[in-house]
């Protein structure tokens, strides 16, 4: 899978549009400012798939993209252990850090994945003219590659790579250090990339 340099232009600017709506929604949920990373796309190896995620236990509340491609792959929100028990602090009035993570805590990341998953998904809908709706959310608290294999395993179209397509949210005065990643099957990406071709040809 390669992608010229005007395709992974096209891809991260698709990406900083979803990730702004994305970033406000949570900004909203929060109350605090949420600063956004431009979004890294990478073609990633299946096998290197660790150097990219790390070993550290997160939180990852996956949905399959569903709508005019059915099983069009998968889109995650990613948050570390750590930056969770602050988030879900944050929102349920709570103040000790070195807990355990309750029910109560993943109700709450599966409705923050849900909301800013749904908002990334709208605003990229918005711009394509090409509907992606979220699967009801998965949440998995594992090292992040592992769990990601996990979703890999289940993708329609045998792959030894992935589009990882993530864009980086963190919120200095809670320490939430979280990523959005889109990993769409191939022919989900082909329409992606065809669709922002033809935007920028009219543009």
Known sequence: MKLSTIQSDAIQELGNIGAAHAATTLSQMLGSTIEMSVPAVNVVDLSHLAEYMGEESAAMVAFELQGD???????????????????????????????????????ALLEVGNIMVSAFLDATAELLGFVMLPSPPALTIDMAHAAMQSLIAQMQEETNEVLLFSTELTCEEYKVDSDIIMMPERSTLNKIIELLENLMKTG
């Open 69 to 107: 491609i059915p099983h069009g792959g998968y889109i995650l929100f990613y948050i570390t252990r750590e930056s969770a028990i602050r988030m879900t602090n944050t929102m349920l009035g709570l103040t000790e850090t070195n807990r355990p993570l309750s029910e109560m805590d993943e109700s």
